[in-house]
C-alpha cells in the first residue's frame, strides 16, 4: 500500500481513538470503584492509605493533583486520558519505522479493555502506558547511556499502580542484568538501588492488601484448559464479536510463540520477560492461595505481547512481496471492526451502562443500595447547588 496512504491512515486512525478516550472521559458518568477512590483517599487526602486492593497510588496521587484544576469526572480521568494519549502517540512513532504501518497502529490499540481503561479514573492505563513507554524505550529506539535506568524506572512506578507488575520489573532487571553491567556499571548499580528500593515497598504493600478477610479482585478456581481456550484469558480483553475476529486474536499470541527461534536477540528478551511474567502471575496466587489475575488485572500486560507480535511479523516478512501487506490489511480489518464495534460513549465493560447523573444526586434511595458511592459523589460535587437542582 503507498507510503503516505498508510501514513495519513494511521494518524487519522489515531485522531479518532484520542478523540474516543476524551470524548468518554468527559461525558460517561462515575463508576463505583472510581467514585469509591476519590471519596475515600483523594477527598479525603488520604492518598497513602493501602487498606484494600481499590487504592491504586500512583493513580490516586495523580487524581489528588489534577482536582486541584477541578473535580468534575474528567478532571479525576485526566491522569489515564494523559497516559492514553500519549499509548497512542507512542504507537504512531513506532509505526513510522514499521512496513506494515497500518497493521502496527491497529494491533496495538485492538484491545477493547485497553482503550476502555484509559478513560476511567482507574490504574490499569497509566500502568499499562508506563510498561509499553518501557519497552519502547528500550527495544526500539537506538539504545542510549541509560536506556535500561528509564526502563526499569517506568516498569516500577508501573507496580504502583497495579501492584503485581513488580513481576515485570524484576524479571527485566534479572534478565538484562549481565549485559547492562558491562555496559553501564553506574546506571545498572543505580537501576539496582530502586528497584530493591521499589521492590520491597511493593511487595508490602500488596502482602497487605492481599491479608485475609480484605476484598481482592480475581478467579477463585481455573483449569489449564480453560486459561489455554482463552490465552490465559487475554481473549476477553478484546470483547471478540465474531469468529474471524478470535481467529485475529489466537493468531496474536501464536505467532510469536512460533516465530521465536527467528527472532533477533533484543525481541526474543522482550518475549521472554513478557511470558516469565504471565507465568509469574498465575503461579503466584496457587503458592499463595489467592485469586488468579482475569480481565482488567491482565491489561497492563497486553502491550508487550502485541509489540512481540508486531516486530516478529515485521521481522519475518520485511521481505516478503505486497501480498503480505495487503494480507496484514485484511487481518487488521477484522480487529479494527471488532474494536469500534464494542467502543461505546456511556457505559463501561466491567459497571454497565451509565447511571443518570441527576437521578444520582436525587433520588434518595440510591444512597442505600449499590450506588450509594455514586450518589454520594455527585452530591458532594453539587452541594452548594443540591436544592436547585433536586426541585
Not at 490499569?124 to 509499553?132: D, E, H, K, N
Not at 547492562?180 to 520491597?200: A, H
Request: charged share 15%.
Amino acid at each position: 500500500m503507498n507510503y503516505k496512504i498508510s501514513a495519513r491512515f494511521c494518524r487519522l486512525y489515531i485522531a479518532i481513538l484520542s478523540f474516543h478516550i476524551v470524548y468518554k472521559a468527559y461525558v460517561n458518568s462515575i463508576t463505583t470503584d472510581e467514585a469509591y477512590t476519590y471519596l475515600e483517599y483523594v477527598y479525603t487526602g488520604d492518598v497513602f492509605n493501602i487498606g484494600v486492593a481499590n487504592n491504586h497510588i500512583l493513580n490516586t496521587f495523580s487524581m489528588f493533583l489534577t482536582t486541584f484544576l477541578g473535580e468534575t469526572e474528567i478532571f479525576l480521568r485526566l491522569p489515564n486520558v494523559v497516559a492514553g494519549l500519549g499509548y497512542l502517540l507512542t504507537v504512531l512513532v513506532i509505526s513510522q519505522n514499521n512496513q506494515f504501518k497500518i497493521l502496527t497502529v491497529v494491533v496495538l490499540t485492538s484491545p477493547v479493555y485497553l482503550i476502555e481503561y484509559f478513560t476511567l479514573a482507574r490504574g490499569y492505563g497509566i500502568s499499562s502506558f508506563l510498561i509499553f513507554f518501557g519497552c519502547f524505550n528500550f527495544y526500539v529506539l537506538k539504545r542510549y547511556k541509560y536506556s535500561f535506568l528509564i526502563s526499569t524506572t517506568a516498569f516500577l512506578l508501573s507496580s504502583l499502580s497495579i501492584h503485581i507488575y513488580i513481576v515485570f520489573a524484576g524479571l527485566f532487571v534479572l534478565l538484562n542484568a549481565k549485559n547492562e553491567y558491562f555496559y553501564n556499571k553506574r546506571g545498572f548499580l543505580i537501576s539496582i538501588l530502586i528497584s530493591i528500593f521499589f521492590g520491597y515497598y511493593v511487595s508490602t504493600l500488596t502482602f497487605i492488601i492481599s491479608q485475609p478477610g480484605r476484598p481482592l479482585f480475581g478467579a477463585e478456581s481455573t483449569t489449564f484448559m480453560s486459561l489455554l481456550k482463552n490465552v490465559f484469558g487475554f481473549v476477553e480483553l478484546f470483547q471478540v464479536e465474531n469468529i474471524f475476529s478470535l481467529v485475529a486474536v489466537y493468531i496474536l499470541f501464536l505467532f510469536p510463540l512460533f516465530m521465536f527461534s527467528s527472532m533477533p536477540s533484543e525481541f526474543k528478551n522482550l518475549y521472554l520477560v513478557t511470558v516469565l511474567s504471565l507465568i509469574f502471575l498465575f503461579t503466584l496466587p496457587i503458592i499463595f492461595e489467592k485469586p488468579f489475575p482475569i480481565q482488567r488485572l491482565l491489561i497492563p500486560l497486553l502491550p508487550p505481547f502485541l509489540l512481540t507480535f508486531v516486530f516478529s511479523f515485521e521481522n519475518q516478512f520485511n521481505l516478503y512481496p505486497k501480498f503480505v501487506n495487503y494480507l496484514s490489511v485484511l487481518f487488521s480489518i477484522f480487529l479494527s471492526l471488532n474494536l469500534f464495534l464494542n467502543l461505546e460513549n456511556k457505559s463501561t465493560i466491567d459497571w454497565g451502562v451509565g447511571i443518570n447523573k441527576e437521578l444520582l444526586t436525587c433520588e434518595e434511595e440510591a444512597l442505600t443500595d449499590m450506588r450509594v458511592r455514586m450518589a454520594e459523589y455527585y452530591r458532594l460535587l453539587n452541594k452548594k447547588d443540591l436544592t436547585t437542582i433536586c426541585k
